[in-house]
């Protein structure tokens, strides 16, 4: 018989579905856990140039957030957030995308950024805030955001990105686009309400969007065993009619796998598609957090070592004859120079000019932020000794 | 909520029906203006805002509506009639019911580019979106540093129409107002909701359009140059509805046809009071305010929401910090009551600014109310 919204079937049986079905969903991987090609895998090849450009990439990746992390440490900048852990994630997914693809992070998809091409100074400047800095040194460390790579600006708000991420798949479509957006959020992120509208709309939208959750086990303290009652997040793309594929997010193959074929499926077809990447988050939440009070250290090691995602795909790539010890050392000493350079800097530039303070909140200032320019460039001559000098006036 | 079940029961006509109190009260209201200019035709602001849409739609193809019921239904409040049928489903969207998700995706497309025209069937619900408008919409032009402009309106009903209760009936106009990156505008007439509509529209910075459902169907006199496609109204500026000389009075959206109201009054009681239909509520014109006290030396501020942390208070801080030496009286404040709205009309009635209570402040202003030692015989 007919209902609004099509035809179903009657049953005589009562019988409540299950809340999780006997097996949960499986998760695609390419690798093994010592980074060996498995038998008969469907896999998206990669040539060797490639290849070393995701393990350099992935290498890049973890060293930014090695010393990154340090220098706030050592007090140089006030805030970083890293990706450990995530590495494959990051720079596998990005290298499966098309510079015309347009990204909405969450926060720890900085990897991406580099992919497209941020240079370390780039990073640095917007860490130390300084009048290089794209972001005019409006926004805390790690909120990047490049118009010329199609990262949007970072959001703070917890999954706000998920529904503006349909909005502009949706433009996409409209404007005949050979592109879609991607948009990244954490296992604690589908809590929220944004999660449901966002995946809701692109359905109804039929948007081309991927959908791409790092299912990384910990929301700061909270475990995903206290974050929801699913299996995971994959099977909620199922609710709201979407596709979607649970993979192992720390195999970089894997992932580009998933990645490229969902990227052609969702502008081919309009469809928005859920893509969870299983993984765990190495370091702490940021800065801010000691994850050694809520969880064990050895589950940390264990995850820091044992199943290392850059370690695993540096195996795979270094069993095609395409990388070696020395390579290594080369590229960890370059990169390392790099960034301590781009650092030093970054911390030697001034400060963005006192009339970025006025600017941007319209796209003209309007009369009042005009009069209180005037007034604070007044006060600053009058008090000069009590204004700092690395902010030029 | 009330609103949109009103309508179901309507019999497919564009007229919305009103408690008849109500409905006399602001008619009369308009019939006793004297007209603006050369009155080319009568239209109400429905129409208004419906012609607005549709030219600014076939002007810019980036232009698109999307909310709840805007397109088969025609609009909760008719608003877009006639808009799916001329421009089709890709431009006149209409959405699932999440406030939250549809303000994000017009967010999104805005930033991609679009120009997106978003309402909400009354702004009591776009509280549900409220982190995407702040935190999203105006903030995030200046967090990118300018990279990331949004050029998007957002609109429908403000404030309280007639008998639907709390939580349909907030006036928001001063929340909104408090943000900067915003732009807040609050028509009163059709030449109004007209000029300022396509203002929003073509304006870069995300709007809030905050329109009233009684104000819907009232008829405004409108000249030709009003009709014209490339009419529209700057943001920011004040009108000033009624010429005085003795107290200033300062209103919007639907208050304004109450302060006209009382201003008849005053005027019979030899108090001719200037009134300014405000227009715009972020940027305020604190420019034609001081230069109305500076005139009159007396002022009342009316709005419908409430008292605390109101635009009546910016107002009256704007006219204190720079006409202080001008003014010969305290500023009176007339705003709702400091209850939520009560839904009995006994009630209701009193928990939301009358003409009497304008009048009643204008005279206290001008020195001319009873005394408290004579009320008290």
């Known amino acids: 018989m007919d209902f609004p919204g099509g035809k179903v079937r009657f049953t005589s049986e009562m019988e409540f579905i299950s809340g999780n079905s006997e097996t949960r969903v499986p998760c695609f991987r390419v690798l093994d856990q010592y980074g060996r090609l498995l038998n008969n895998v469907d896999f998206e090849q990669v040539s060797e140039e490639a290849a070393v450009k995701i393990y350099a990439n992935m290498v890049t990746l973890q060293m930014m957030d090695v010393i990154l992390y340090e220098a706030q440490r050592q007090g140089r900048i006030s805030f970083y957030l890293t990706s450990m852990g995530e ?25 991406v950024l580099l992919w497209r091409g941020f240079t370390m100074q780039e990073f640095a400047n917007q860490l130390m805030g300084n009048r290089f800095d794209y972001g005019k040194g409006r926004q805390m460390p790690i909120h990047y955001g490049s118009n010329k790579h199609n990262y949007v600006t970072i959001s703070s708000p917890i999954a706000t990105q998920l529904p503006q991420a349909v909005g502009i798949a949706y433009s996409l479509k409209m404007d005949k686009k050979n592109a879609c957006a991607v948009t990244y959020i954490g296992d604690g992120g589908t809590s929220e309400g944004d999660f449901h509208a966002g995946l809701n709309f692109a359905a109804v939208t039929e948007s081309p969007v991927l959908f791409i959750c790092r299912n990384n086990g910990w929301a700061i303290s909270t475990h995903i065993s206290e974050q929801f009652r699913s299996d995971g997040v994959v099977v909620k793309g199922r609710a709201y009619g979407i596709p979607s594929i649970r993979v192992d ?116 200032p309007p009369a009042n932020l005009q009069d209180q320019e005037a007034e604070l460039r007044e006060a600053i001559k009058r008090h000069l000794e009590d204004y700092p000098s690395d902010v030029p006036v | 909520m009330l609103g949109f079940l009103r309508h179901r029961a309507t019999a497919g006509g564009s007229a919305v029906p009103l408690l008849q109190g109500a409905l006399q009260k602001v008619r009369t209201a308009s019939l006793s203006l004297k007209s603006y200019s050369s009155a080319a035709k009568d239209m109400n602001v429905r129409e208004a805002l419906n012609a607005a849409l549709d030219e600014e739609m076939a002007a810019d193809p980036r232009v698109f509506l999307m909310g709840e019921e805007v397109g088969e239904y025609q609009g909760a409040y ?68 300018g990279n990331i402009p949004a050029s998007i309106v957002f609109r429908g009903p403000n404030g309280a129409a007639a008998g639907v209760g709390a939580q349909h009936s907030q006036c928001y106009a001063s929340w909104y107002g408090s943000i900067p990156g915003l732009k807040v505008v609050a028509p009163y007439s059709s030449e109004d909701a007209r000029g300022l509509l396509k203002a929003a529209i073509r304006d870069p910075a995300p709007v809030i359009f905050l329109e009233n459902e009684l104000l819907y169907g009232e008829n405004f006199p409108v000249s030709a140059e009003v009709l014209d496609s490339s009419f529209s109204l700057p943001i920011g500026k004040a009108k000033i509805e009624r010429e005085g000389k003795d107290v200033t009075i300062t209103s919007f959206s639907k208050m304004v046809g109450f302060a006209l109201k009382a201003s008849e009054i005053l005027a019979k009681e030899g108090i001719s009071a200037e009134v ?7 940027p305020l014109d604190r420019h034609k305010i001081n230069e109305s006290v500076q005139k009159t030396n007396r002022l009342v501020t009316v709005e419908e929401g409430f008292p605390q942390n109101g635009v009546g208070a910016e107002i009256c801080t704007s006219v204190v910090e720079e006409s202080f030496g001008y003014l010969d009286a305290p500023v009176e404040r007339i705003a709702g009551a400091d209850v939520s709205l009560p839904y009995a009309a006994n009630l209701e009635r009193m928990a939301l600014p009358q003409v009497e209570d304008i009048v009643r402040a204008a005279k206290r202003a001008c020195y001319r109310s009873i005394p408290m030692a004579a009320a008290a015989n």
Request: aromatic content about 10%; hydrophobic content about 40%; charged content about 25%.
């Open chain 1, 87 to 111: 590495e494959a994630i990051n720079i596998a997914s990005a290298a499966a995308l098309s510079d015309d693809d347009v990204v909405l992070p969450q926060y720890r998809e900085h990897g």
């Open chain 1, 249 to 364: 997010g720390n195999d970089a193959l894997a992932v580009y796998t998933a990645v490229k074929r969902a990227r052609e499926i969702a502008i081919e077809k309009h469809t928005p598609i859920l893509i969870e990447a299983m993984t765990y988050r190495v370091g702490h939440h940021s800065t801010s957090d000691d994850s050694t009070k809520y969880r064990p250290i050895n589950e940390i090691e264990y995850w820091k070592t044992a199943r290392n995602p850059v370690s695993k795909f540096r195996n795979w790539v270094e069993s095609n004859g395409w990388w070696s010890d020395e390579a290594e050392a080369e590229l960890r000493t370059r990169v390392r120079k790099q960034l301590l350079q781009a650092i030093q800097n970054a911390e030697k530039t001034e400060k963005p000019p006192l009339r970025e303070l006025f600017a941007d909140v319209y796209d003209v």
């Open chain 2, 276 to 282: 300014i239909n405000l227009r715009s509520i972020r």
């Open chain 2, 78 to 145: 008719k608003v877009s009639k006639g808009l799916l049928q001329k421009y089709g489903p890709e431009r006149v969207v209409d959405t699932p019911i999440t406030e939250a998700g549809f303000t994000g995706i017009g967010i999104g497309a805005a930033f991609y580019g679009l120009k997106p025209v978003v309402e909400f069937m009354t702004f009591n619900f776009a509280m549900q979106a409220m982190d995407q408008l702040i935190n999203s919409a105006a903030k995030t032009n200046y967090m990118s540093a």
